[in-house]
């Protein structure tokens, strides 16, 4: 399964709502996640099977979506927010989209 | 809190071998699947191979399967990944990272360890 991430890159400034976009080349339910990573530091967990959050992951990270289209929303972007945001499929194997870069407009 | 320490990455050269460890502390660690995922230089993330809570499962992406092992010691809270054949591709920084079944998600990672595979 083929995980496709838009944009590419996202321009935005902080207190703006960010959508980022993962298409599925098929159907994965909603076993879908969503990953941040900032450079030099391992990915962290924000959202797993499509909508539900991760320990500790703040309220403005939302995810919706099932079957091959999902968003990953961030109602209000904070400074430390700007990364890579990567989605990741489990239904057949485990993949990875080639992520987009949130960067501070 | 959870803990994850990757070590024993370097440089080695093209069809060697290198075996790298992980360090697992805060966590019940025989309870969990545990995995590895690779991220080579300026590139996004591949999942390399998972491994069941007793050792009995052991999955590998299709380009490093008969040269890549996976193995676990519950007894040192220890997982590990021994890499033959090494090639250029190969290059990448590895994490060690904690799987949960139910969902598919790697919920914990390690800082990774970069391998270098270059003559």
């Known amino acids: 399964i083929v995980l496709t991430q838009s944009p590419a890159t996202l321009s935005l400034s902080p207190g703006e709502r960010a959508t980022l976009s993962c298409r599925a080349s098929?159907?994965?339910?909603?076993?879908l996640m969503w990953y941040q990573q900032k450079p030099g530091q391992a990915p962290r967990l924000l959202i797993y099977g499509a909508s539900n959050r991760a320990t500790g992951i703040p309220a403005r990270f939302s995810g919706s979506g099932s079957g091959t289209d999902f968003t990953l929303t961030i109602s209000s972007l904070e400074p430390e927010d700007f990364a890579v945001y990567y989605c990741?499929?489990?239904?057949?194997?485990?993949?990875f989209g080639q992520g987009t870069k949130l960067e501070i407009k | 809190e959870v803990q994850l320490v990757e070590s024993g990455g370097g440089l080695v050269q093209p069809g060697g071998s290198l075996r790298l460890s992980c360090a697992a502390s805060?966590?019940?660690?025989?309870?969990?699947?545990m995995g590895w995922v690779r991220q080579a230089p300026g590139k996004g993330l591949e999942w390399v191979s998972n491994i069941n809570q007793g050792g009995s499962e052991r999955y590998y992406v299709d380009s490093v399967k008969g040269r890549f092992t996976i193995s676990r010691d519950n007894a040192k809270n220890s997982l590990s990944l021994q890499m033959s054949s090494l090639r250029a591709e190969d290059t990448a920084v590895y994490y060690c990272a904690r799987w949960i079944d139910s969902s598919g998600a790697f919920d914990y990672w390690g800082q990774g360890i970069l391998v270098t595979v270059s003559s």
């Open positions: 805060g966590f019940t660690f025989s309870n969990d699947w």
């Open positions: 098929q159907s994965v339910g909603s076993s």
């Open positions: 990741q499929q489990r239904n057949n194997w485990y993949t």
